[in-house]
T-cell receptor, first 114, second 117 residues
Framework: GDSVTQMEGPVTLSEEAFLTINCTYT??????LFWYVQYPGEGLQLLLK?????DKGSNKGFEATYRKETTSFHLEKGSVQVSDSAVYFC?????????????FGKGTKLSVIP | GAGVSQSPRYKVAKRGQDVALRCDPI?????LFWYQQALGQGPEFLTY????????KSGLPSDRFFAERPEGSVSTLKIQRTQQEDSAVYLC???????????????FGPGTRLTVL
């Protein structure tokens, strides 16, 4: 079945550091890929998405590129802020599932310290 | 409403009790999903509705789990004879369009944290 693997956390960075959170997937066909973020005490929010190979999703300074050849969708940000502290989830939707359910990774907790 | 709302936010049940969890999706959203999120894990799919029709319930872990959306808006997830392994956060999500019509963005509620003692 489809699956998403993301790097183990927690990740602790100093403010203004460069962030990479790795995400790889296995899926039959051509899924759409997502990053969701969960801030403390809040619900999951869509951060960015890409629907086909080589697409780049971007939002709030974060970006990720859909790499079909490496089945990856790594999340990057050039300069993190304390307010970016949250849990980040990589996810995919595969049309073959019939209901467009999301398949999530386990999440990566990011803590940014001043 | 402005977003997806869920109630109650927290529920404590004794093993064997029945519970009902409510989801109010964004007004006009056709698609509604339920997910279960265990501690330290990502959400896992339970079931999907398009309007009032339950089109996919392949993720429901047992026949103790039942979901409905009788009028195509509010949905209820019911768990009968709760067990300790049912302890988790239950998330509801809605999206504007049915699958295949560009409706890939799901909007999530804050979840209901269920603790079974």
């Amino acid at each position: 079945g489809d699956s998403v693997t993301q790097m183990e956390g927690p990740v602790t960075l100093s403010e203004e550091a460069f962030l990479t959170i790795n995400c790889t997937y296995t899926a039959t066909g051509y899924p759409s890929l997502f990053w969701y973020v969960q801030y403390p005490g809040e619900g999951l929010q869509l951060l960015l998405k890409a629907t086909k190979a080589d697409d780049k999703g971007s939002n709030k300074g974060f970006e990720a590129t859909y790499r079909k050849e490496t089945t990856s969708f790594h999340l990057e940000k050039g300069s993190v802020q304390v307010s970016d502290s949250a849990v980040y989830f990589c996810a995919l939707t595969y049309s073959g599932a019939g209901s467009y359910q999301l398949t999530f990774g386990k999440g990566t907790k990011l803590s940014v310290i001043p | 409403g402005a977003g997806v709302s869920q109630s109650p936010r927290y529920k404590v049940a004794k093993r064997g009790q029945d519970v009902a969890l409510r989801c109010d999706p964004i007004s006009g959203h056709v698609s509604l999903f339920w997910y279960q999120q265990a501690l330290g894990q990502g959400p896992e799919f339970l079931t999907y509705f398009q309007n009032e029709a339950q089109l996919d319930k392949s993720g429901l872990p047992s026949d103790r789990f039942f979901a409905e959306r009788p009028e195509g808006s509010v949905s209820t997830l019911k768990i009968q004879r709760t067990q300790q392994e049912d302890s988790a956060v239950y998330l509801c999500a809605s999206s504007q369009s049915p699958p295949g019509q560009g409706g890939l963005g799901q909007f999530f509620g804050p979840g209901t944290r269920l603790t079974v003692l």
